[in-house]
């Protein structure tokens, strides 16, 4: 399947020297559309991630019986933007401070989460982490509870899903930061 904005195929093989990142910040709808959107992006999907079932539905994930999260599959081109760019996007993009929810989504799939594919980004998520705090501490607001792990297994979410923005311009988007820089 190709991406219907980016015009890419959203599953591998991706093309050699591209990187992954997979970040879960909501309702993955508006989070791939902030992706998608951004410099430097090859392609995004959406799925789910972190939970305990193969090859989870929605159906299942909005019950609340899998434990995973919605998350955004980003893949781009370390030649034109940074995961540090990345980061900045994720942080930005949402509010880390809310646990398991996203404004008025509530449950473990809508919780904020980064799924770190090796040591460097590892780290740069912990350091990102533990700097934005400060920035949000010192602007009044609460804890991040941003859950950050090694990369589980991604399940694609059903095609209807994918892109859903662009192909419904005025679907809904719960997407919304805290409105403190990165």
């Not at 980016?6 to 591209?18: A, H, S, T, V, Y």
């Not at 995004?44 to 989870?56: K, L």
């Not at 899998?66 to 993009?93: C, I, K, N, S």
């Amino acid at each position: 399947m190709d991406h219907l904005v980016l015009g890419k195929p959203i599953e591998p093989p991706f093309p050699e020297g591209l990187e992954t990142a997979v970040f879960g910040m909501g309702c993955f709808w508006g989070a791939e559309r902030l992706f998608w959107e951004a410099p430097g992006v090859h392609t995004t999907a959406v799925g789910y991630a972190a939970g305990h079932v193969e090859s989870p539905s929605y159906e299942q994930i909005c019950g609340g019986r899998t434990d995973h999260a919605e998350v955004v599959l980003v893949v781009f081109d370390p030649a034109a933007t940074r995961y540090a760019e990345m980061l900045r996007l994720f942080w930005e993009g949402h509010d880390p401070t809310q646990g398991n929810r996203q404004g008025n989504d509530r449950g473990t799939q809508y919780r904020s989460l980064i799924a770190t594919f090796g040591d460097a980004q590892r780290e740069q998520a912990h350091s990102s982490a533990e700097a934005y705090g400060k920035e949000l501490q010192t602007a009044g607001c609460r804890p991040i509870t941003t859950e950050i792990l090694d990369a589980p297994k991604f399940w694609y979410a059903e095609a209807y899903h994918q892109q859903y923005l662009a192909k419904n311009p005025s679907g809904y988007c719960g997407l919304s930061g805290t409105g403190v820089p990165f």
